[in-house]
């Protein structure tokens, strides 16, 4: 059997990755999702990152240059590992086809390190134009400080790679761990002295690539590790989808006799009845949730820079949509309460699911109100008294939001039918 045929198997192994890739993207991000908010976010972020250029922050000039290889290092470090493109169905024909395997095997290894550099190599050019205006580093500063990135990525990888085939339990852990700060210490340091002390940046780049040479010559001459690399082959395949519904698939947890929040069962409501006494329990699902409370924090960060951010009134447009966005969520949470097996075990009366609304919007909606309210103010006004302006303020628009804009998206199954009736 041809080389080339083993090649050709590579290739349409490669191509069935990217399309399972692109599925699993497709499944998240639908034409209504692209249109409304990937499109709009990348423009916003292209804006901004055109404004940082032409005029860079003052406090950008403070940073020190250790926040470059940092932020590459968090970076790639979302950029996967190795993979071999090998699959446990290899066992019943091509196991036996010694250069086939060896083919498919090199293959993969070279095209893994190969997407590794083409990614260190984008990174680097993004943060260029800052390198060179804010940080005064010259062309061959910017290929160094490039050389180095990729030669520690493609350590990392390889070394992770061999940890995750070779090990397991928790020696497995140890070493991964111990390894990636070992490896993160030797780049962050030398990386960060690049203008002070370039030849200790080549010779750090120089060890991590002796390192890479002699990994590959071992990875080559393993034998015996058939199972293991279909089984890490099939951990960074599935990366993209561990990554996506990790914010949405709740992970079984220990139960714990007592809640990580709202220990003592505290009351919200001074009014116990019983729309009072449902919501209350809404807002306590929500925050004792940890994928809810974790996407809660992420949507309240990440509003909050795009509300400092822009200049005003951009801004000021930001925080209404954000506004807007956190109801139409908060009511989704709420109808999906609402219809829940819980509920669905207690006589709620529909009079009960239509007053319980506004109360359980309202502690839902606050925090995240005040914090991105708190952020615009100091964004428009720069001076302290801005903050208990804008956080009185926030408070009321939670009030009207969380008492109006529900019902314009939908008071849902039981509440629609109380206001019909």
């Not at 499944?27 to 908010?37: F, N």
């Not at 800052?130 to 500063?141: P, S």
């Not at 109801?327 to 819980?342: I, Q």
Request: aromatic letters at 12%; a positive charge.
């Amino acid at each position: 059997m041809s080389l080339d045929s083993s090649r050709r198997l590579f290739i349409r192994r490669w191509i069935d990755h990217v399309r399972k890739q692109y599925g699993v993207i497709r499944s998240v991000v639908d034409i209504t999702v692209a249109l409304y908010m990937v499109i709009p976010g990348i423009l916003l972020l292209v804006r901004l990152y055109y404004d940082l250029l032409a005029s860079p922050p003052e406090w950008i000039s403070r940073l020190p240059f250790a926040v470059i290889p940092l932020v590459l290092m968090l970076a790639l470090r979302q950029s996967g590992g190795v993979i071999l493109y090998r699959e446990a169905a290899d066992v019943l024909f091509l196991k036996q086809q010694e250069r086939w395997q060896s083919s498919i095997l090199r293959l993969g290894w070279f095209f893994s390190l190969l997407f590794q550099i083409i990614v260190t190599a984008i990174l680097v050019l993004m943060l260029t134009p800052l390198l060179h205006q804010v940080f005064k580093v010259n062309l061959t500063g910017i290929i160094l400080l490039f050389s180095i990135t990729a030669a520690y990525k493609l350590a990392l990888m390889i070394t992770e790679h061999h940890i995750q085939v070779l090990m397991s339990g928790w020696l497995r852990y140890v070493v991964k761990y111990s390894a990636f700060f070992l490896l993160t210490g030797l780049y962050i340091l030398p990386a960060s002295f690049l203008t002070a002390s370039p030849s200790g940046t080549l010779a750090a780049g120089l060890g991590f690539t002796a390192l890479i040479a002699v990994l590959t010559i071992v990875r080559f001459r393993l034998r015996g590790t058939f199972l293991a690399d279909v089984r890490e082959d099939e951990r960074q395949k599935t990366r993209l989808t561990a990554a996506l519904l990790s914010g949405a698939v709740d992970k079984p947890r220990e139960q714990k006799p007592r809640p990580w929040i709202f220990r003592s069962s505290n009351r919200l409501f001074r009014i116990r009845e019983a729309p009072e006494r449902i919501a209350e329990s809404a807002v306590k699902a929500f925050y004792r949730s940890r994928v809810n409370i974790k996407l809660y924090l992420q949507f309240t960060l990440i509003g909050m820079a795009a509300c400092y951010l822009p200049p005003f009134p951009i801004n000021v447009l930001v925080y209404v949509a954000l506004i807007m966005m956190l109801s139409y969520w908060m009511n989704g949470y709420r109808k999906y309460f609402l219809t829940s097996p819980f509920m669905n075990m207690l006589p709620l009366a529909e009079s009960d699911a239509y007053l319980l609304s506004s109360p359980a919007m309202r502690l839902l909606m606050l925090p995240s109100i005040l914090l991105l309210s708190l952020s615009m103010g100091i964004r428009i006004m720069h001076v302290w008294w801005a903050v208990p302006v804008f956080l009185i303020a926030g408070f009321g628009l939670n009030w009207w939001a969380s008492s109006a804009l529900w019902k314009v998206f939908g008071s849902g199954r039981m509440g629609r039918r109380t206001m019909e009736g």
